[in-house]
Every structure is written in C-alpha cells, then in structure tokens.
C-alpha cells in the first residue's frame, strides 16, 4: 500500500512562490509516476504535472508549463512541485498521487493512490 503526504501549501500574494513536498512510502517507486493536480472550488480536479521516478522524465499542464518545475528526491522518497510567479487562479486544493507506470499522466482517473491534499491560496 502507498502512503502520500502532501505539505508546503499556505497563502501567498501574487507574483510569489511556495514549494510544495509529497512524501511517499510503502513500497520502492521505480515503475511508478507521481503527478500534482488541483481541484478549486466547484472545478473539476485538473493536471498540473507528473514525473516518473526512474529517470525523471516530466510532464506539464499548458496552465503551469513555464511557472511551475515538478522534481524528486529519490533518497527521500520525495517529489516536489516548485510553483514561482504565482496567480490568483492557482488558488485550489492540491493533491499528489501515484500510479504505477508511464502512460496516460495527465489522466486523475489513472492514478491509484492520492494524498489528503494541501491548500494553496494566492491572493491577488
């Protein structure tokens, strides 16, 4: 079973940056993807980008491509979202989840197991 854990969100102004960490645990991840999504209020939860664990190949939403830089830290166990020139509509919930293999990244629906999700706010 994958354990994800999200931290990092809080409230920031416009124009700023916030990193956020998904640690994850319960098993070894080297065929697996970790990928961010967001959810505001009374929208759909969307891709913001993923990363394979071995190798680090990445994958971005339009939306984020250029302000937002997915990484990890395999010694931890860890995957970071590094979000910079930060909008007001940025403002949502996001989560981390994990699915095992490299197809389909942008798809929720294909993912397996997602953290309980951290808030980011951007204020305008």
């Known amino acids: 079973q994958v354990q994800l854990v999200e931290s990092g969100g809080g409230l920031v102004q416009a124009g700023g940056s916030l990193r956020l960490s998904c640690a994850a645990s319960?098993?070894?991840?080297?065929?697996?993807?970790t990928g961010w999504f967001r959810q505001a209020p009374g929208n759909e939860r969307e891709f913001v980008a993923a990363?394979?664990?071995?190798?680090?190949?990445?994958v971005y939403a339009d939306s984020t491509k250029g302000r937002f830089t997915i990484s990890r830290d395999n010694a931890k166990n860890t995957v970071y979202l590094q979000m910079n020139s930060l909008k007001p509509e940025d403002t949502a919930v996001y989560y981390c989840?994990?699915?095992?293999?490299?197809?389909?990244?942008?798809?929720?629906?294909?993912?397996?197991?997602w953290g309980q999700g951290t808030q980011v706010t951007v204020s305008s």
């Open positions: 990363i394979r664990w071995n190798g680090g190949s990445t």
């Open positions: 989840a994990a699915k095992r293999g490299f197809s389909l990244l942008w798809s929720r629906d294909e993912y397996d197991y």
């Open positions: 319960g098993r070894t991840f080297g065929d697996y993807a």
